[in-house]
């Protein structure tokens, strides 16, 4: 007995919101009843690779035959009005108004999602032009734009007016903005709670940038070179997630109201503007600090480094082991649980010597003595001289649990049975080696 087809289409058209839009056309073989379904469905997810077939389809004639398919049905969607529009594929510039026509189809008064990641095989980007009323629709919860070159209509323009009262979720990367003020934008997102900006482009220029909602609670902001920013201010006092990555660009970071941050990931090439974030977050649980900050910490003067009286977790990224900042930050965290020290691989051989020698701690560490449980050691290229920081925190580990270290084996040279010889004051602590999978 098919128990499916006797539920009423209401609860029917719900189970069939979480499928692909693809797998969901396919139960138009069962009967005509689901033929009727498919198209009053409120939320459509089109992905261009689940189209794709290697044996038959050339990258192009895929492409364009799933173009067609979404045309296809979007053409013959009836009510009621789309809630949610989810769409993923490779453009050339002769789709772009396609794609447009897509957007003005599912653009009404009920849109929650709008989800665009697109990507281009030409040596340009795509300019896909987001119709006015994208800017302007009450109802939008979530609008991500990815990967393509918009052209955001300015405040001035006809008929154009920036209102998104609902938006909760705002995703823009690697996205060239024309015409239209990404600030501006901003602005008008009064209930803003997660923004994620990586690689966002204007083409003309803009100094400032200010990030200051008091409703955010995730805040992703991604930057490389060639940015024309020059002031980036972040006043958030609900964040509870930040992840901020700047390489050059930025002369001035201005950080207020980061008190309630729970979870921070900083890479970061200035240490002023480091040190401004690690003041403003010295009441974190989990922080984690890119091999850009991590840098230059051994030139910061201890005393100028804030207490993490509430960090629990510590990851560093590293070039290579210098201990140095490694006691220093274990000395400013008393109630540090679990540290994670990440090597990133590089395309040439680390020079032992480059990494500074053993320098005994005149104190140990509070929470090596006292809550430091787990110590890992992520993608290690063993050095002899390390052998003494591990010496170190094995024998003042009191409380230590487990050192994991991940390291490459036919490098080792012996080192882990000399490092499993080293003596323990936690008769609990296991010591465990693993390969390191490049």
């Known amino acids: 007995m098919d128990t499916i087809s006797d539920l009423p289409d209401c609860i029917l058209l719900h189970i069939l919101s979480f499928l692909p839009t693809k797998t969901v056309f396919l139960t138009t073989v069962l009967s005509r009843r689901w033929t009727h379904l498919c198209h009053h469905l409120q939320h459509l997810h089109f992905d261009q690779n689940q189209f794709r077939n290697r044996n038959t389809w050339s990258d192009f004639s895929a492409k364009k035959r799933f173009l067609d398919i979404v045309n296809w049905i979007l053409s013959r969607h009836k009510a009621p009005p789309i809630r949610t529009f989810r769409l993923t594929c490779d453009l050339n510039q002769s789709d772009e108004y396609t794609v447009e026509w897509f957007i003005r189809k599912v653009l009404g008064p009920n849109l929650e999602e709008l989800n665009l990641q697109l990507s281009s095989n030409c040596c340009s980007d795509p300019k896909v032009a987001i119709p006015n009323g994208v800017f302007s629709c009450t109802s939008l919860v979530t609008l991500r734009l990815n990967g393509c070159h918009v052209r955001i209509p300015p405040p001035s323009a006809p008929s154009c007016r920036y209102h998104l009262p609902s938006l909760k979720t705002l995703q823009l990367y ?16 009064t209930a803003l709670e997660t923004l994620i900006l990586g690689h966002v482009r204007q083409s003309f220029v803009k100094v400032q940038l200010s990030i200051c909602f008091p409703s955010l609670k995730s805040l992703h902001f991604k930057s490389f070179y060639g940015d024309a920013l020059r002031l980036l201010v972040i006043d958030t006092p609900s964040l509870k997630r930040l992840y901020i990555q700047v390489v050059s660009g930025f002369r001035e970071i201005r950080v207020r109201n980061l008190h309630n941050v729970d979870e921070a990931s900083i890479n970061i090439a200035q240490q002023s503007i480091v040190l401004e974030f690690l003041v403003e977050l010295c009441r974190i649980r989990i922080l984690e600090l890119g091999f850009l900050t991590v ?39 008393p109630i540090l649980k679990l540290l994670a020290i990440v090597f990133i691989i590089t395309n040439h051989k680390m020079d032992p010597d480059q990494s500074p020698k053993w320098e005994h701690p005149v104190k140990v560490p509070t929470c090596l003595a006292s809550h430091l449980q787990v110590i890992e050691i992520k993608r290690y290229f063993e050095c002899r001289d390390d052998r003494d920081f591990f010496a170190y925190v094995l024998q003042h580990g009191l409380v230590l649990e487990s050192l ?13 049975e000399e490092l499993s010889l080293l003596p323990r004051s936690s008769k609990a602590c296991q010591i465990n080696f693993c390969d390191v999978y490049v």
């Not at 994991?404 to 882990?416: E, W």
């Open 295 to 333: 840098d230059f910490l051994p030139e910061v003067p201890p005393h100028r480094i804030p207490e993490f009286t509430c960090l629990q977790r510590l990851e560093l990224t590293v070039r290579c082991f210098d201990t140095r900042y490694i006691m220093n930050m274990l000395q400013k965290c």
């Open 174 to 189: 690697y996205v060239k903005i024309s015409d239209g003020n990404l600030e501006e934008i901003l602005s008008h997102c």
């Open 404 to 416: 994991d270290i991940q390291v490459d084996n036919t490098r080792s040279k012996g080192f882990p």
